[in-house]
Each structure stands twice: as C-alpha cells, then as structure tokens.
C-alpha cells in the first residue's frame, strides 16, 4: 500500500502542473479605430492626370494616397473592386480578392501606395490596379494587396455629391452622387434590377427625371438584389458614377441607394380615351396634350399578323388606335390581353393609309399584363362600312361570312356575308398565312384596319374564325 | 487458448513427462502452457526449445507454445531466453498428443529486468495528426497495425514502416478488429480502429491475441488483417507499480504515465490504476499543439469459477493538426513540414483545426469457466462523448486560408487566361520576404468581424425581431460527433477434445449518434446566422431557400450553438460467428463463419431550405445482411517448416458516408446501396528454427461492389457548389508478397530482412455522379471513370528494411535499420480519368499524359537506431527491492534526417475543365518527419 501512496502522490504533483499547454487566446483589441497616420502624397486626381490615352501607364511616383472607401463589394454588385476618393477624385481599385469589404467597408480611410501600381482604362472608366502580360488591367493580386492598400480608421462618413441629370460629366467619373427626382422608365416597372447571372452578367435599366432625361443603372447579375423588383415611385438614387464605351452608367452599392417612395412623373395627368384622343385630329398631325390612356391590346403578335413595330390598342370608350413604335431600342413587346397605360403626352397623332396612328415610345407605356379580353363588336358588313373609320382598330365580329376563291389565308380574300363585302387581308408573314380558307360560313373576327386601296379586316390568329 | 490440464508439473532442475514409449519412427504434438512462478501470470515470449532436435517456439500472449512432429522417445525440452532461468525439461513422447501442461518458470535474477527488454515502445504512432477534410480525401493514412506481435513481419510492419504510411496490404485501417474485453471497438461508423481512444494507456493496454491477415483468432471472426484482443482486466495486469517518463519531438514532447496494478489478490480481488499525460506546446508539425489526459480503472473479483471485471477508461485530448499543402506551398515556406493551419494572435501560434476528444468507455464482463474446457464471457460496454474537429468557417468572406490557391504565385500562370509570370514573381518575391504571409492572419479575421455592422431582419423566426450588431464574417467552428454506443457481446469457447476447439459468440450494438456544427468562436463579433451562403448566392433573394433550418429561421447564434447541420445517425448491427480449430500432428486447420444485420437510419433536425422534403424527420431503414466465411490449415512439414493456406469471402455494409449522399444536407441515398463483397486467399511458408525464423507470405484479394462518395467544394465558377462525387461498384485488387528473416547468427547479434512488395490497384471502370450541394433539381452529372489498372493510394506498395540488432547479455540491447520505402502512388482523382477531362487533348500528347499519369512519389531511405537497458537498481543500492527495476528505451528514426520522404498525396478532386490545366489545382503532399526520437524512461517497483 505504501507503494500506492507513492504513486498516488507523484502522481497529484505531476497533474497539477497542468498549466504546461494553454487553452484560450485573448482576443486582440479592436483596431478599427487605429490610424496609422502615415504622411500621404500625391492625389487620385495627379494619379488620373497621368493616363493621357486608354494605355495602362505605371505610377512610378511613390505616393500615398489617403483616400475614404465610398464603394465595396458587400451586394456583390461590384466584384473585385473598390471605388475610393480622396477629395480630388473618385478611382476604382482593382484588387484581385472577392468579398473585399471585410477589409475595406465603405467608409473605411486607407491609404493608397501607389508604386508598383499601373492606371488604366476600361471603357473609358479610370481605374488603378497592375496589368498582365498583354498589359491589359488586373487587380492587385491578393498577397500583394495588404503592402498597397494600408487600412486607416473606421468609420469615415461618405457624403455623395448632388447632382442633376443635366450636370453629368467626365469629372464626376468614380464619384458617388446622388439624383433627386428621378423614376425608373416606366418600362422596367415590374423587372427586376437586373437578369439573373445565368442569362446575363449584367443588365441596363433606365431611371429618367420628370423631363425625360435619362441615365443607365447598370446591375450585376451576381448582386444579391439582383431579383428584386425596382421600385416604382419617384425619389433619390445615389451611385458611382462610371462610364461604359461613352454611355454613362450610374451602379449602385445595394438598394438602400435608392428611395423612390414619392409618386411617379405624371402622377396627376389625366387620363383621357381614346376617342377624346381620336377627335384631336382635325385633318393634321396633332401634338398630344398631357393625358395618358388605358387600353388593352387587341393585336397579336405571335401570329405576324400586325406589323412587328405596330400595337393595335382599344379602351373601354370602344375605340381603338395603332400604336407605331419607331427607332432602335422602342421595340414593342406587348402581348394580345396585355393592360397598358401610355403617357400620350406631347406623342403626335398623325394618319397612315387613312387610319389613326399614334407615335409612341415604349418607354412612356406601363404594361400591367394579365390575359384581357376584348369583346368584339358583333355587325354586318353593310353597318362596318357605312361608318368604317369610327371602327378603325377595334375588334368586330362578322357572323356567318364566307369567303370567296378558296385557296389560302395569304393576300388579299373578299369576305361576304350578304350584307356586303370586305377585303380580307392576311400577309404572307403570318403564322397561319399557308392555311386554307373555309368553304362554309363562319365567323369571322377581327381588327377593322383602314387602308387606302380599300378597308380591311385583318384576323389575328385562326382562333378569330369558328 | 485455455486448454489446461490437470497436471501441473513443478519444475525442478530437471523434470520427467512420462508417456508409455512405443516407437521412435512416430512423431507427435507437445503442447503446454508456461506461467510466471511468481507473479501467476502467463509466461509470454519465453523461448522453448528442442535443442536435440533444433525446433524452436516462442510462447503466446497467453503463454501457450505447441510443437509438432516432435519423434517418439525421450527429448529435452529447455526453456529460457532473457525473462526466465534456463531449465531443462525432460518428456517422454510415446503418443500422438502430449500435453504437458501447465509449467511454471521462474524468472531468471534479472528477469524482471529482462522482460522490460521485450517491450516495445509504442510511443507517438498514435493516429494521423493531420486533416484533409476541406479536400474531401479520406485520412485513411495511418498503418493499423500498431501493437507488438512475435511475428517479425508484423512488427516490422507496425513500427518501422508504420512511420511511412505503410498500409498492411494496402487495405483500410477498418480492415483489423479491436476488442477491448470482449467488446468491439472498432468505430460504428467507419469500422476503423483508433488507438486514440486508449492513448497514454500503454501499460494496461496488452495485447493479449493478435493475429495477422486471416490466421484465426480466438475472439473473433476478425478481419482482413486480423484481429487484436487486448485483455484490460484489473486481474489480468502484472502487479506493478511503474512511472514512466518520455520525451519525443513528435506529436507531443512529454508523456507521463503513472500505473499502479495490484495483481489478483487472495481475496479474489484485483485492481489497477493508471493515469497519464502527454502534452507539447509544439509538435514537430510547427503550430501542432498536444494536450492530453489519459485514465484507466479496473477492479476484478474472482470468486470459484467465475471472473467480474469492471473497467473503465478515456483519453480526454486537445491537438492542433497539420494538413497537406502543394509542393508550391511547401518551397515557398522553404520547409516540408509547412503548416498553413496556425498564425499569430497576440504573439502567440493559434491553430485552427484542433481536435478535441473524449469518448469515455466503462466495460462490465464476466467470465465462467466451468471448467478447464469451457470459457463464457459477457460483456456489456457503454461508451459515449464527443469528437469535434475545429475548423474556420465564413460567410460571403474571403477564404482566409493562407494556401489558398488564388494567393500563390501558380495562380497567375494557371488560373489567368493571359497567364502572366511577372505577377507571379512579384507575390513569390512578396511571401519569400514575408513568411507571416504563409500563415494565417487572425487579426484580419477579428477586424473584419469587428466592422461588420448588419442588421439581421425577423431574427430567429420572430416577425419584426430585429437584432444589430456586429455579424461574424468568420469563425471558429466544430464539426462534432455526439456518440452513445451500447454493446453487448457474448462468447464461448470449448474444447470438444484434445484436437477440436469451438467457438462461438453473438454481439449487438446499438449506437446514437448526433452530428452538428457549432461555433466555437466568434472571433470578437456579436453573432452569426444560421444561412447557406452558397444557397444564398445560387438563390439571390430567395429567403426560404438559404435557410440551413426552416424550422427555426434566421437563427441567431453565438458560441456553443448549433448551426448548418444537426442529425441523428441510428445504428443498429448484430452478428453471430463460430469457428472451429482442429489441431493435430501433421495438420491445423479452421472453419469459421459469421453472419448478421448491419443497418442504420439517419434522422434530421434542421428542414434544410434547399432540401425542405428531404431533410428534416427520421428516414427508412438502411439494412444489409452481412457475412463471411473463413478457412485454412497448416501443414507442418516437419517440427520447423510449415506450410500455410487460408481464405475468405464475404460481404461488408457500406458505411453511413457512402451510404447517404450527402448526410449533412439531406436523407437521401445512393442508388440501390449494396454491400461490398471481398475474397481473399493467403498462403506461404514458415521456418522456425533456432537460429533462423522465417516468413515468406503471398495473398491475394478482390473486393468489389465497393462504394466512395467524396466531397468536396468545388469553386470552378460553372460550379461554386459542395459536391458529392458517388463512386458505385468499385473493384479493386490486392495482390503481394511478404518475406521476413531473422537470423541469429551469433548468440548476441540477429539480422532482420523484411520486405513487402504488393500491388493495390482498381480494376475496372466505374461511374460516378456528381451531385450538387446547391441543385435541388437536375439529376447528376454521370461519367465514367477510366480507373482501371491504377494503383489504389495505399502507402508504399514497396517497402524493405534491413537491420541488425546486438542482445548484450548485460541486459541491454541496440539495433540499427536501414528502409527503403518505393512505389508510392498519389490517390488518384476519378474526375482527371473522364472522357470530359481529356477532351480535345491529342491522345498520346504530353497534355493528354499529364492529365491521365499518375504520380509515383519519390522513393526514400532512411535509418533508424533504437537503444534499451534495464537496471536492477538493488545492484547500486541494496536498500532498494530487487523487484525494483529501471528500464530505458532509446530510439532515433530517420537518423540521417531525410526532410524529403513524402509519405503520400492525393491529387485534388476539382479539375480546371476550361484549360485542362493540372497546375491551377496541383496535388497535395504529405512528409515523414525529419530526424525524430523519444526516450523512455520507466522505473518499475
């Protein structure tokens, strides 16, 4: 026993010097508030004097800059980039690391160590980072970023400059400003800020002030906000002001950016129908006054039966009108069914083969969607033609025509239904153009379309005939 | 074996068996028992011998020995070696069986001084200290083979080569059983065996029965490559009370192990006690700490026939791990032991992936032994308690490993499309000049954490609960196993007669266990959420989706909680095996058999937002009918050469891992999961003779219908997703030969040849599918993998040693080896052997080989010294006991410190599609240590 007790003693004293390995580490202090104060030389703006053309040119100045984060990556919206300034300009950092604002949150202070580094151009936006070896721009590679890009203290307060569309220029490139008084174009309501990362990398939305000057919001498909729907009032959007290839793009950090809450440009304009709008032409093109219309689609044009830039509307006061959409970027995609709202204002109403035509711009139409039916107005041809331009593109329905000649739908057929005839015209664009007519009577709808050489009913798709 | 007769021979001088003699021509088998005269315990490792006849033996664990074809007529018999005193025992052969019983030696003067010599120090070889986990590589590196046996192969195998990543075989270390008492340790899970979970405990821990590859064993079925038993029962340790003290420069620097046993008293009762500590505040691996404990209790009654045994142990520990880095990363830090685990916090080396473990385990057995013929032991064993492997993990933060691919300077020749090497100069010039740079920065990881001020919306589920603060972009975090296993295990063994022994044993185990992640640190922040990152960036805006529990979303949690994953794995195995052992003159041979249910269920906690009908609940019953069926003989040529076949069949469950495609996410399972099927044959010679004792072995195995499911992330950008690569119907072949010589060739110096050469390679070709973490709808991608003929990465499949070791007759001894480690493949990554993966390269080019080739790491020679002695101290000091003795145990490996032995590697399972290029994601190495030794010192009262 004596033994044991030996035992039992040394091993109570070997035990206890249990201390031998530690355990737990002591956190290091906060160091957010550290500033290293270095001395700081050389600007952004002498940085950026030094790229003459689009060619990467070195700093070989050994400056340091301080400057304030006013832009990280934290939305994904920017993807390994920073955009800084120092007072005399806004730069874009290129550092070849995700998820930056860990280190470099906006309104951290860091200070910039510019030798070694390269300014460049992409798109005709300046940036600072290194270049390959074809001397294209890339980011500070990760284990070098800590030696150029030196963190200063935290919080810094990011103020952006206010600006109005009308003042955009090249000095404000990298600048975070802020727009009073702007809305998102009437035909992104309803999208999202951008497509999702499998479609496209990015997407370009428009945000427009009351009088209808515009910038590009330009969006990652990577950010996370990128499914959310943009918001559809009026009201302030701040952003880093860039530039792509000559088109000014504003990007946004996240959504806390923009506060659109107020009512839209326009909010009080009256609406008005389509007749009221019919019976401003008095024989000459007429300048729409402040109005908008409602109206619902009643061509189709999955069936290529309606000129691809034309959309034939009607409105509950029974009258319909076409819609021509003209120039690159204003395609129509409005569906049949779909429930617009179009802000007429100062749009011209002129005429077109004897019928009304109205110039419109997809960017005033809101498209509310939904599957809207129009019922058609249900009448003889004699009636149609007795008064065809009050029927101008609307929907009409002629029981128990036939149409003459056989054949197929393609060109020019006469329907009859013993009242009187009509020319019935299908192009030979059409989805259902190679069909055979029906050798028995039927019903017929569709859109009673003015032309010069003879009114005429164009069907929109077969479903028109039964 | 506990065959005994009753005659028990007390030895003098000179002792006298008499059998009626008939005829000299006829030989016959000698079987017997020796036992310790002082201390009752069996005698092991004394040596007998015939020396009219030249045969030698050794006896076993349990001081059995058996002779065969010894001639009729009279024979000398002598016992000694180094433990006991030379006594000469006469017996008279007249019959075909003669059993002489139980003999009792004593030991010689100094020899309890003699016995410490056999002991091997079984020091530092305790489990890998390394982690592969972020590569989705299996850790299956470390040799199972880890304790003493007679056999020299097996030694050699176990100690020299053990060190080098040697695989017995080539097979799994799930591939040996382990019983404690009578109870099955290997893990639940896996079927691996951890010495872990005894570690520091050397002294109570013996191997009582230890075979090798499929010689039965008298426990159980056994494995592949065999079976230990280790008897930890308070009456069975040696009355001892013994100190050790080591110091090493492996895994640990210092270990301390107190044992105090009382032997078996003449109440009937015994108990032994141990404790130890082994602790470093460095390993050799820079940044690898070593904090363990260790504890062992026994009492035993022993009462008429029968034996109580309660015995308890657990090894609670705490160690920082290394991990495997590329040959980049190991030049650019200029050392081979490069450890991006660890960086400085607040002046001191923090490492994070730490293993913490305590899985405590308290055995009840009891044995009856009716009579000499029969032996029954139960056993009822409970073990539970956690393991948890820390790691970093973050949220829409940049990865702060310091290896990480994209730092090193390769990334600017390979992961660029204009590939520009003067970057690349730059960051190699950069982390040249600044080595901090290699290792972790956790000061960047508090200060990014300390700035990131969020609001978290509808916190914890509550509508309008909005909690601010400063949101961890990183933390520590611990993967953790919960375990609760019950065991209950019966087994008989009863000799029918002379010649047949029987077997036969039932065992259920019933396990729970709990597997979760929980934050083990915030690094200074007030919170982290409970989101999946990776879904919250595949699914922008899509609340529900991100959430890693829709049961409880938006979870705000803080050290100690539980976050991304919480299930529950149901295990419930039973098996019956039997044996039965024929032993006659001429020939052994064995039948044994077993048969059973391996079946488990898994039972989710969170209701995964990707996965939200698949995850949460208790899913169907995974059930597989196991067996095996196992056969050889031995045919003794004479008393000293024997010739040995053995073979076996059977079929294995797949484990959980391989069973679930992804457990941590979702219950859903492979298709038509399958057990595994092997065949195994073995067969070879012995040579037991005086002064020669020799092994040639040859085997041959086929397992198929094997299933591996590895994961890993995958960050090519068509990817960015945790994938689960199922391999099914997985074949594999191994085939090999083993050769042992050990030759006495002066009464004090031996030399020892040992060679393994095998081939491990795969056999045919088969598919995985790669399903998505992330993708909660397409079906997975499929290929077929053109695997056939390459090596399985099973250590070196080319080991030999050479070595000499001189027996003082002054009770010490020295030894010296020389190894030669070759053909050591790099596992092999099944995406690199794909139609897809070549595609467009010209078969034949040197594009198209570098992506197929498999590595063959660089062979290596190294050399070890090992020193022992042991010190009567009553010699110096006559007031001390005789029984009091010194022992010290020496030993230097890798002597002429050899820093570039890479012990294995695997390539990376992420390949770069786009360029083909295997240098954007280069394989991973591990090294041997350089110049490594411990020293024992043990003093013994």
């Known amino acids: ?466 | 074996m506990k065959l005994k007769l009753p005659a028990v021979l007390l030895l003098a001088a000179t002792q006298t068996v008499v059998a009626s003699a008939q005829n000299n021509r006829q030989t016959s088998l000698v079987k017997g028992r020796l036992f310790n005269k002082i201390t009752k315990q069996p005698a092991n490792d004394v040596q007998i011998i015939f020396p009219g006849l030249k045969l030698l033996t050794i006896t076993d664990g349990e001081g059995n020995f058996n002779f065969s074809q010894v001639p009729y007529g009279t024979q000398k018999m002598v016992v000694g070696g180094n433990t006991v005193k030379a006594d000469t025992i006469t017996i008279v052969i007249s019959k075909d069986l003669v059993d002489v019983g139980d003999i009792q030696v004593t030991p010689s003067e100094n020899g309890l001084v003699a016995t410490q010599l056999t002991q091997i120090p079984t020091i530092a070889i305790e489990d890998a200290n390394v982690s592969v986990d972020d590569d989705g590589v299996k850790g299956s590196a470390v040799s199972g083979l880890l304790t003493a046996s007679r056999d020299p192969f097996v030694n050699t195998a176990s100690f020299t080569f053990g060190q080098y990543r040697f695989q017995a075989r080539g097979y799994d270390r799930n591939a040996q059983q382990v019983l404690v008492n009578g109870m099955p340790m290997n893990d639940v899970e896996t079927g691996d065996a951890s010495w872990n979970q005894w570690g520091g405990l050397n002294d109570a821990f013996r191997a009582r029965n230890n075979t090798y590859g499929l010689t039965p064993s008298d426990y159980t079925f056994g494995g592949m490559n065999g079976s230990v038993y280790f008897d930890a029962t308070a009456a069975n340790q040696r009355k001892q009370t013994r100190i050790t003290y080591s110091a090493t420069n492996r895994q640990y620097k210092n270990r301390l192990m107190l044992t105090h046993s009382s032997g078996l008293m003449k109440n009937g009762w015994a108990y032994s006690l141990s404790v130890s500590k082994r602790w470093a505040n460095e390993g050799y691996i820079p940044g690898t700490f070593y904090d363990a404990y260790s504890y062992y209790a026994g009492v035993s009654k022993v009462w008429k026939k029968h034996q109580f045994n309660l015995t308890t142990f657990g090894a609670p520990t705490r160690r920082g791990k290394g991990t495997a880095a590329t040959q980049e990363a190991y030049d650019l830090a200029g050392s081979h032991f490069y450890n991006p685990n660890w960086g400085y916090q607040n002046g001191e080396k923090r490492n994070a992936k730490v293993n913490e473990y305590f899985q405590p385990v308290v055995i009840a057995n009891y044995e009856y032994k009716p009579s000499d013929k029969t032996d029954w032991n139960t056993t009822i064993g409970y073990q539970f308690g956690k393991n948890k492997n820390s790691t970093l993990d973050w949220y829409n933060a940049q990865d702060p490993r310091p290896d990480y691919y994209k730092n090193m300077p390769s990334y600017y020749v390979n992961g660029l499309t204009n590939p520009s090497p003067d970057l690349a100069d730059q960051v190699r010039a950069q982390l040249e000049a600044n080595p901090s740079q290699m290792q972790l920065d956790w000061n960047k990881l508090y200060d990014a954490n300390s700035v990131n001020y969020e609001t978290i919306h509808n916190a914890n589920g509550i509508a309008g609960n909005d909690v601010y603060g400063r949101r961890a972009m990183y933390i520590v975090a611990n993967d953790v196993d919960d375990i609760k296993k019950f065991n209950f295990s019966s087994n008989l063994t009863h000799s029918l007669n002379e010649h047949i022994i029987l077997y036969t044993g039932i065992t259920f185990i019933t396990q729970r266990t709990e597997s979760y992640k929980e934050v083990a640190d915030l690094l200074g922040a007030d919170f982290y959420v409970n989101y999946n990152q990776f879904a919250s960036r595949d699914y922008p805006g899509k609340a529900d989706v991100y959430q890693n529990d829709l049961n409880n979303p938006n979870r705000i949690v803080k050290e100690g909680d539980k976050y991304s994953y919480d299930y529950i794995t149901h295990f419930n195995k039973g098996w019956w095996w039997g044996q039965a052992a024929f032993t006659y003159n001429k020939f052994d041979f064995f039948v044994a058999a077993n048969a059973g249910i391996n079946s488990f269920s898994r039972e989710g906690l969170y209701r995964n937002g990707l996965f939200p009908n698949t995850s949460y609940g208790k899913g169907a019953t995974e059930s597989f009918f196991i067996y095996g069926l196992k056969g050889g003989a031995t045919y003794k040529i004479n008393g000293r050469n024997y010739l040995f076949v053995n073979a076996s069949a059977g079929a294995d469950a797949p484990t959980v891992d391989n069973t679930y495609i992804s457990p941590r996410t979702r219950g859903n399972v492979v298709d038509n999961p399958t057990t595994q099927k092997y065949q195994t044959v073995e067969g070879g010679y012995l040579l037991k003779a005086p002064n020669i004792n020799a092994r040639v072995v040859g085997y041959a195995t086929d397992i198929k219908d094997a299933t591996d499911i590895q994961r890993f992330y995958n960050d090519d950008p068509n990817v960015q997703s945790f994938v689960n690569f199922v391999s099914q119907h997985v074949n594999s072949r191994y085939v090999g030969t083993e050769l042992a010589v050990d030759v006495k060739v002066m009464p004090t110096l031996n030399l020892i040849g040992v060679a393994a050469v095998g081939q491990a390679f795969y056999t045919n070709r088969p598919t995985i599918s790669s399903y998505k973490d992330n993708d909660t709808t397409s079906n997975p991608t499929t290929y077929t993998v053109y695997n056939k003929n390459y090596y399985v990465a099973a250590g070196p499949q080319s080991s030999y040693t050479a070595g000499a070791r001189y027996n003082s007759k002054k009770y010490w001894w020295a030894g010296i080896n020389f190894n030669y480690f070759d053909r050591n493949y790099v596992a092999a990554a099944p995406i690199r052997r794909t139609v897809d993966a070549v595609d467009g390269l010209v078969p034949g080019s040197p594009e198209w080989n570098e992506v197929l080739n498999q590595e063959k790491l660089p062979s290596a020679f190294t050399v070890d010294l090992s020193f022992g002695t042991s010190i009567m101290l009553h010699k110096w000091l006559k007031q001390i006991p005789r029984s009091t003795i010194l022992s010290i145990n020496a030993g230097v490996s890798n002597l002429l410190d050899n820093q570039d032995v890479v012990t294995g590697g695997f390539e990376q399972l992420r390949f770069d599609f786009t360029n083909g290029n295997i240098g954007k994601f280069p394989s991973k190495y591990f090294y041997g240590f350089g110049r490594n030794y411990f020293v024992n010192v043990s003093l013994r009262f």
Not at chain 1, 17 to 25: A, D, E, G, Q
Not at chain 1, 37 to 47: F, H, I, R, V, Y
Not at chain 1, 351 to 359: R, W
Not at chain 1, 412 to 438: E, W
Request: hydrophobic fraction near 35%.
């Open chain 1, 1 to 466: 026993m004596k033994r044991f007790q030996l035992a039992l003693c040394v091993l109570v004293s070997a035990l206890s010097f249990t201390s031998c390995v530690k355990k737990n580490f002591d956190a290091p202090p906060d160091s957010s508030n550290y500033d290293p104060n270095l001395p700081t030389s050389g600007s952004l703006a002498k940085a950026r004097a030094l790229l003459a053309g689009t060619v990467a040119v070195p700093i070989d100045s050994d400056w340091t800059i301080s400057a304030t984060v006013i832009a990280d990556d934290r939305s994904g919206n920017l993807y390994k980039q920073i955009v800084v300034d120092d007072g005399t300009t806004g730069m874009t950092l290129l550092l070849e690391a995700n998820n930056l604002y860990g280190n470099y949150p906006v309104g951290r202070k860091i200070y910039l160590k510019t030798k070694g580094l390269y300014i460049g151009m992409y798109g005709g936006l300046p940036q600072i980072g290194m270049i390959d070896e074809t001397g294209s721009m890339i980011g500070i590679p990760s284990t070098l970023i800590g030696g150029h890009v030196i963190k200063g203290d935290f919080p810094h307060p990011v103020i952006p400059d206010t600006v109005s569309l009308n003042d955009l220029n090249d000095g404000l490139l990298n600048r975070l400003i802020y727009i009073k008084d702007v809305e998102f174009a009437g035909s992104n309501l309803g999208m999202s800020y951008a497509q999702p990362s499998a479609i496209a990398s990015g997407t370009s939305r428009t945000v427009e002030d009351c009088a209808g000057n515009t910038i590009t919001l330009r969006t990652s498909g990577y950010a996370n906000f990128q499914p959310y729907i943009v918001p559809s009032g009026k009201g302030g959007i701040a952003g880093i002001y860039t530039t792509y290839n000559g088109t000014p793009q504003l990007i946004l950090r996240d959504t806390t950016d923009v506060t659109m809450y107020g009512e839209r440009c326009g909010a009080n304009t009256p609406f008005i129908t389509i007749d009221s709008m019919q019976k401003m032409y008095t024989g000459a093109d007429a300048v729409m006054p402040t109005a908008k219309i409602s109206c619902i689609v009643i061509s189709d044009r999955a069936n290529g039966n309606t000129t691809a830039s034309n959309v034939i509307v009607q409105d509950a006061s029974g009258r319909g009108v076409v819609m021509y959409f003209s120039g690159s970027g204003n395609t129509p995609t409005y569906d049949m069914g779909d429930s617009l709202v179009v802000d007429i204002t100062a749009m011209t109403l002129t005429t077109y083969q004897g019928g009304l035509e109205l110039k419109a711009n997809t960017s005033k139409v809101v498209n509310y969607k939904g599957n809207h039916a129009v019922t058609p107005l249900s009448i003889s041809l004699d009636d149609l033609n007795a008064s065809f331009i009050t029927y101008q593109s609307t929907l009409v329905e002629i029981k128990n025509a036939t149409v003459s000649g056989g054949g197929t739908y393609s060109g020019n057929k006469t329907l009859n239904d013993g009242t009187s005839t009509i020319s019935l015209y299908t192009t030979s664009a059409a989805g259902f153009a190679s069909q055979p007519v029906p050798t028995t009577p039927m019903t017929y709808r569709g859109i009673a379309t003015p032309y010069t050489n003879g009114n005429e009913i164009k069907l929109r798709n077969l479903n028109d005939v039964y």
